[in-house]
Nanobody, 122 residues
Framework: QVQLVESGGGLVQAGGSLRLSCAAS????????MGWFRQAPGKEREFVASISWSGGIIYYTDSVKGRFTISRDNAKNTVYLQMNSLKPEDTAVYYC???????????????WGQGTQVTVSS
């Protein structure tokens, strides 16, 4: 089993940047596809970005393309979400997710983190 812990959320002004981290522990010997989701108040959870174990297959939802960058450091068992040019509509709880395979993220999630709050003020 794998535990995922997000960090790096906080309050930032529109146009600012944050970097979220997701640290995995437990059965980290497996090769996991990783992703980020977010959920704003009153809205459904939304896919944001994902990355294969090798880093070679990356997807973004249209609303964050060109602003967010997902990356990973497998030696540290950590995935990152660099968020630039933040907008108030990016305000949400951001969740890390893992799938127990090395390939393209399929949104068939095996493990979830507890989430970290990102608030973007105008």
């Amino acid at each position: 089993q794998v535990q995922l812990v997000e960090s790096g959320g906080g309050l930032v002004q529109a146009g600012g940047s944050l970097r979220l981290s997701c640290a995995a522990s437990g059965r980290t010997g497996s090769r996991y596809a990783m992703g980020w989701f977010r959920q704003a108040p009153g809205k459904e959870r939304e896919f944001v970005a994902s990355i294969s174990w090798s880093g070679g297959i990356i997807y973004y939802t249209d609303s964050v393309k060109g602003r967010f960058t997902i990356s990973r450091d497998n030696a540290k068992n950590t995935v990152y979400l660099q968020m630039n040019s933040l907008k108030p509509e990016d305000t949400a709880v951001y969740y890390c997710a893992a799938e127990d395979h090395p390939g393209a993220f399929s949104q068939r999630v095996d493990y979830w983190g507890q989430g970290t709050q990102v608030t973007v003020s105008s």
